[in-house]
DNA sequence: ACGCATCGACGAAGCGCATCGACGACAGTT
DNA sequence: AACTGTCGTCGATGCGCTTCGTCGATGCGT
């Protein structure tokens, strides 16, 4: 591996000169620079990430804690992944994973080493056990979700309680007067992952406002509860049913069991899912979905985190940010009454 | 942040002696150790990531390469990425992410700027474009997937021709006569993506072998594509049908798609899938499954990487694994007739 | 022609650790 | 008592880079 200083005698310069060239910390005339080039080009030169994070006391390492929790819908969450490190890679980061096997002393680990700048936390929880040991951290660290106490820290994620305020109000338009809102898993729910809580707090502010009721059932990957969720809110239900599945795994089962009591999405039941627009596509009946944007929380997650990075003032920062859901109405929907 | 100077000050040693604490590389009495642990532990010391790698050219990081092509079922890429991440952290390592938009130049990169040790690659393809890359790295590198040609590459996979084979046999024994393998999407059938090929050597053996019919159908994430698949089988089929999905994402189509013809697996159909066992068996009806070890796969994996760098022998290894798939039975496929 | 400012390049000093040679202390030998 | 040999520790060096102070060269004005 040819080293700078190797580049340095190439191109008959100081190995400072090098550094400079490629930092453009310090000005340097054409010419110079023309040659420190070509001796990188022809010795495929590449700065050592060790050396230079021990000069320079930054890695360009972002953390990534990911949740490994069964009941999770694993394809969102590698949507997630995969959106962070592109877009890491864009601000000239790379992404280290960080399994949540590890807990809050894994943080302390990655940060104590030195081997990443900064973290971001998926799946925050309410009341998450990590945040102590995030706000002593003294590096900057990003939240994907909101917990219930989020001083000092920086935040962000989907706004869940638009997503829930306009499914209700969507279907509210379309004429139903009854939304079921099969939730997400018991588990989840008792855990007060906040954004059960905030999703939960649109439907309800929203039905309270428009006259609707709203049914919250449980979900979960069993069939059987989502059955019974069903079979519940059918039984509650005058008028055509309308049923809300924000969780990529129950939405899945809940088609299903809604075929198997001979009903169909957008005719004689409404159905909004969560899902990517290229897989709602793709159903057999192109569902309505509240899309919650993982993509671009993602992409913001790291843009705020690679900002903070680059200002490097020290002390605890603190922001909130709330990413703006989109709904899309799809087949599986009823259409609103004509005027409405 | 402490230094190891700051413990040696601490314990009154010498830097070099907190050193050989810490890797053990030397003897060390008793009680100078117990003095260094003690200066470690009150100071919370934890050595510097980029000077250690600086010193001793061994970051302790694996580059892990992770496809995001999007007709790849995401859970199951998931649950690689975890286990490969919690193995590496028992081995004392951790993983970067490189993702597969960088392509070839980014593993130049990593291994170049020696941001990593060594690599695992996902979702090799029969001719990988990385292949040269790879050979030319001299880094370990181990592939998940065998190419074409794996001369001078370690890899690993799970033996998918062992699991056509048992598909096959399974369901000859079971009493089908013809059997009908739902393929990957033709993208990848097309891409001649390694596996895609072996499974199928594995079960056109075993039915040349058997006297067994095997008819190869276009797969997808496209319920009308599937659709058709289903009925061409059936058209062709004597007797009681049988299927085989080994894709996680066709395997959802092709339940729902045989359930809309009136066929309930394990009774006038069997249907064999590809699920972890606690998926499985959450099913409406209990999937027989061919289990393709993703898990096993990831350990090895890792365990081999990880030998490599201890070994850290320089030049090409090679070595070839395969993993034994496993095959079970539940309710979606027909008993073997009595004495058989 | 001389002095002065400006620009561009240089050299040296670390960053925090691993590692190697050397050396002091102590035990065992003759 | 002098000698050899371990064992345990120290000091110095270098890994490859960033960064700061410095200094020579060049341009300008008078």
Excluded at 27 to 35: A, C, G, L, N
Excluded at 298 to 310: D, F, G, H, T
Aim: proline share 7%; charged share 25%; hydrophobic share 40%.
């Amino acid at each position: 591996m040819p080293t700078s200083k190797d580049v340095a005698e190439a191109a008959g310069v100081a190995q400072s000169t090098v550094s400079y060239v490629l930092s453009g910390k310090r000005p340097i005339s054409e010419k110079t620079r023309k040659k420190v080039e070509a001796a990188i080009e022809q010795l495929t030169y590449q700065p050592n990430a060790g050396a230079r994070a021990l000069a320079s006391r930054k890695t360009r390492v972002i953390g990534l804690v990911i949740p490994f929790i069964p009941e999770l819908h694993m394809a969102s969450i590698m949507e997630f992944v995969s959106v962070i490190a592109n877009t890491a890679r864009q601000h000239d980061h790379d992404i280290l994973l960080v399994t949540e096997d590890e807990g809050a002393p894994g943080l302390r680990r990655v940060v104590g080493q030195q081997i990443c700048d900064g973290l971001i936390l998926m799946q925050v929880e309410g009341d998450d056990e990590r945040l102590p040991v995030v706000r002593s951290l003294n590096v900057p660290v990003v939240l994907i979700g909101i917990p219930r106490d989020p001083t000092g820290l920086v935040c962000i994620d989907a706004d869940f309680e638009m997503a829930g305020d306009q499914c209700v109000r969507d279907l509210a338009a379309a004429g139903h007067s009854v939304v079921s809102v099969i939730d997400w898993q018991p588990e989840v729910v008792d855990r007060h992952v906040n954004y059960v809580d905030r999703f939960m707090r649109g439907t309800d502010k929203a039905a309270g406002e428009l006259g609707v009721t709203v049914l919250h059932l449980p979900g979960g990957a069993d069939r059987d509860v989502i059955a019974d969720s069903v079979d519940k809110a059918l039984a509650k239900t005058t008028g055509i049913p309308a049923f809300v599945a924000p969780d990529g795994t129950v939405q899945d089962l809940l088609r299903r069991i809604l075929s198997s009591r001979g009903l169909t999405p957008g005719v004689d039941v409404s159905v909004i899912g969560s899902a990517s627009p290229t897989l709602a596509d793709l159903q057999p009946i192109p569902l309505s979905t509240i899309d919650l944007r993982p993509a671009e929380v993602s992409r913001r997650a790291v843009k705020i985190i690679c900002q903070l990075l680059e200002a490097d003032s020290p002390g605890p920062h603190e922001s909130l940010e709330l990413v703006p859901t989109v709904i899309t109405h799809r087949s599986s929907t009823l259409r609103p009454p004509r005027g409405a």
